[in-house]
């Protein structure tokens, strides 16, 4: 381990002058984790520099992810049943966002974007690219997998990865008002404003201009421009499955409050979807907003996977949301991701995803599982060293719903397990009730990744907090320096400084 993390510090102090040796592309792809697959597709490239061979990696991934997408598609007359279709229509769709955010890193749209802009939407690639293999092995499909997987460009993303890390933890953010500074001051107003003016109102009695989200959502995607569009969903409960795409950017939805406003599904892997595609709400577009609304999914536990929301919207941020479902109820799939004040509900991995994203002053709220089942608040999902991706709950409080607590005791509780290779968990300056048992941690299948997760507790305080009992895994720490827990606050972890403030969503910077 210790010649690896060597040969990187080497490859990003030296100087960027080529000399005869650098000019062979075998000694840029040597510094990669995939040289073989480097070499075989760059062969014919010669960079000059480090930022030259930085975009060659990025065009080659892309290159490669469209002829990729393209032989998906013709993997569609292969498809013997309808559980193959499903798993195959995800990947289609998860192709699609992974050559959007190749080219969004090559050609940002954004002005000067930062190196964490470039290391999220890289991670983001590479998370879709996991997810569409997932879908196959849940649905218990399998026979495509080898066609889904065989293209390498899972390994080229983890190259243009690796050659824009700079192994740390930005750290170039601040706050404003209690909000990371991504959320400008008119986000922020309209987050805390008492009312605002909405450009669509949904009401189930016909009172507004829809009586169902998904019209509303069909209504904006024709509007002229990209800027903050307001969508009020007045209370009641809405039966509907709703999608905002990618196309979708800087949709806000306001409600009347998390116990008044609900959109409701019932989709769940039992019922045949993929986790994916299980969610009652997906969002994708950039700039999301949400408030005062719940999310639900009604499948419950018998059904396992059943997402009440799914987001892999940038920028995007949820205040005095609630969301409630059984196991996976929150899948924060990828990008940065902010949530303030709201409830989750669930019992089995009820947050889970690849997204940078943080919990702050939120209640996680355990419910009573299925008999033979343990409750996990948190299943992160990092898959690769360089992704700058966790799972971050901070001044929010672990507590058991009014479901569980009559036999809190038969159900063992933990703050989460390690989903994939590089699980990045830290739960700081929160409430841990009793319902977590003292090992804190799980397991998810022996010693998988208990070395090479990094699961976190800082300042932690009730009758669960305790550490003296803790799991003894090389991954897990006791954090006790308060710049290293900073590594991990709003401004250094999701760069909140450069964008909360204008949702005007309350938020605390640092710890």
């Given at each position: 381990?210790?010649?690896?993390i060597?040969?990187?510090?080497?490859?990003f102090?030296?100087?960027?002058?080529?000399?005869f040796?650098?000019?062979?592309?075998?000694?840029?792809?040597n510094?990669?984790?995939?040289?073989?697959?480097?070499i075989?597709?760059?062969?014919?490239?010669?960079?000059?520099q480090?930022?030259?061979?930085?975009?060659?990696?990025?065009?080659?991934?892309?290159?490669?992810a469209?002829?990729?997408?393209?032989?998906?598609?013709?993997?569609g007359?292969?498809?013997?049943?309808?559980l193959?279709?499903?798993a195959?229509?995800?990947?289609?769709?998860?192709?699609?966002?992974?050559?959007?955010?190749?080219?969004?890193?090559?050609?940002?749209?954004?002005?000067?974007?930062?190196?964490?802009?470039?290391?999220?939407w890289?991670s983001?690639?590479?998370t879709?690219?996991d997810?569409?293999?997932?879908?196959?092995?849940?649905?218990?499909?399998?026979?495509?997998?080898?066609?889904?997987?065989?293209?390498?460009?899972?390994?080229?993303?983890?190259?243009?990865?690796?050659?824009?890390?700079?192994?740390?933890?930005?750290?170039?953010?601040f706050?404003?008002?209690?909000?990371?500074?991504?959320v400008?001051?008119?986000?922020?107003k309209?987050?805390?404003?008492?009312?605002?003016?909405?450009?669509?109102?949904?009401?189930?009695?016909?009172?507004?201009?829809?009586?169902?989200?998904n019209?509303?959502?069909?209504?904006a995607?024709?509007?002229?421009?990209?800027g903050?569009?307001?969508?009020?969903?007045?209370?009641g409960?809405?039966?509907?499955?709703?999608?905002?795409?990618?196309?979708?950017?800087?949709?806000?939805?306001?409600?009347d409050?998390?116990?008044?406003?609900?959109?409701?599904?019932?989709?769940?892997?039992?019922?045949?979807?993929?986790?994916?595609?299980?969610?009652?709400?997906?969002?994708?577009?950039?700039?999301?907003?949400?408030?005062?609304?719940?999310?639900r999914?009604?499948?419950?536990?018998?059904?396992?996977?059943?997402?009440?929301?799914?987001?892999?919207?940038?920028?995007?941020?949820f205040?005095?949301?609630?969301?409630?479902?059984?196991?996976?109820?929150?899948?924060?799939?990828?990008?940065?991701?902010?949530?303030?004040?709201?409830?989750?509900?669930g019992?089995?991995?009820?947050?889970?995803?690849?997204a940078?994203?943080?919990f702050?002053?939120?209640?996680?709220l355990?419910?009573?599982?299925?008999?033979s089942?343990?409750?996990?608040?948190?299943?992160?999902?990092r898959?690769?060293?360089?992704?700058?991706?966790?799972?971050?709950?901070?001044n929010?409080?672990?507590?058991?719903?009014?479901?569980?607590k009559?036999?809190?005791g038969?159900?063992?509780?933990?703050?989460g397990?390690?989903?994939?290779?590089?699980?990045?968990?830290?739960?700081?300056?929160s409430?841990?009730?009793?319902?977590?048992?003292?090992?804190?941690?799980?397991?998810?299948?022996?010693n998988f990744?208990?070395?090479?997760?990094?699961?976190?507790?800082?300042?932690?305080?009730?009758?669960?907090?305790?550490?003296s009992?803790?799991?003894?895994?090389?991954?897990?720490?006791?954090?006790?320096?308060?710049?290293?827990?900073?590594?991990?606050?709003?401004?250094?972890?999701?760069?909140?400084?450069?964008w909360?403030?204008a949702?005007?969503?309350?938020?605390?910077?640092g710890?």
């Amino acid at each position: 381990m210790s010649s690896i993390i060597f040969f990187f510090i080497y490859f990003f102090v030296v100087q960027t002058t080529p000399t005869f040796a650098e000019n062979d592309i075998t000694w840029w792809c040597n510094q990669t984790p995939y040289p073989k697959q480097c070499i075989h597709f760059m062969s014919h490239l010669k960079p000059k520099q480090k930022s030259e061979f930085q975009k060659m990696t990025i065009q080659i991934a892309k290159e490669r992810a469209i002829i990729a997408h393209n032989n998906t598609i013709s993997l569609g007359e292969k498809c013997q049943n309808e559980l193959e279709k499903a798993a195959l229509v995800d990947c289609l769709t998860l192709y699609e966002s992974t050559i959007f955010e190749l080219n969004k890193t090559l050609n940002p749209t954004k002005n000067n974007p930062t190196l964490f802009d470039l290391q999220t939407w890289l991670s983001t690639a590479l998370t879709n690219l996991d997810t569409c293999q997932a879908g196959f092995v849940e649905l218990n499909v399998t026979n495509l997998i080898p066609s889904i997987v065989s293209n390498n460009v899972s390994k080229l993303i983890s190259n243009s990865l690796a050659v824009h890390s700079n192994g740390h933890v930005s750290t170039d953010t601040f706050y404003k008002s209690g909000f990371p500074t991504w959320v400008t001051r008119h986000n922020r107003k309209l987050l805390q404003a008492s009312s605002i003016g909405a450009n669509l109102v949904v009401a189930p009695d016909g009172s507004g201009n829809f009586e169902t989200i998904n019209e509303a959502v069909n209504a904006a995607s024709k509007r002229v421009g990209s800027g903050r569009f307001v969508i009020h969903v007045k209370s009641g409960v809405y039966d509907e499955n709703v999608v905002i795409g990618t196309n979708l950017k800087n949709i806000m939805l306001i409600g009347d409050g998390m116990e008044s406003t609900i959109i409701t599904g019932s989709r769940s892997n039992v019922g045949g979807f993929t986790t994916f595609n299980s969610a009652t709400v997906a969002v994708t577009g950039d700039g999301f907003i949400a408030r005062g609304i719940t999310f639900r999914n009604t499948a419950g536990p018998q059904n396992h996977q059943a997402v009440a929301l799914r987001v892999s919207s940038d920028l995007s941020v949820f205040y005095q949301c609630g969301f409630e479902g059984y196991q996976d109820t929150l899948y924060a799939l990828s990008q940065r991701q902010f949530y303030r004040e709201c409830n989750i509900y669930g019992t089995v991995d009820f947050i889970f995803g690849n997204a940078a994203s943080i919990f702050q002053n939120c209640n996680m709220l355990v419910r009573k599982p299925l008999p033979s089942q343990e409750n996990t608040v948190t299943a992160q999902g990092r898959t690769d060293p360089n992704q700058n991706t966790g799972i971050i709950i901070q001044n929010s409080r672990i507590m058991a719903s009014p479901d569980l607590k009559p036999v809190i005791g038969q159900f063992p509780t933990y703050l989460g397990r390690p989903w994939k290779q590089y699980s990045r968990t830290v739960v700081m300056e929160s409430f841990l009730d009793n319902l977590i048992n003292s090992a804190g941690w799980l397991e998810w299948s022996g010693n998988f990744a208990l070395n090479t997760l990094f699961y976190g507790e800082y300042k932690n305080f009730g009758p669960g907090s305790s550490i003296s009992g803790r799991v003894k895994w090389g991954g897990y720490k006791v954090i006790t320096s308060v710049t290293e827990a900073s590594q991990f606050s709003v401004a250094n972890f999701i760069g909140g400084q450069s964008w909360l403030p204008a949702t005007s969503v309350p938020f605390t910077a640092g710890v």
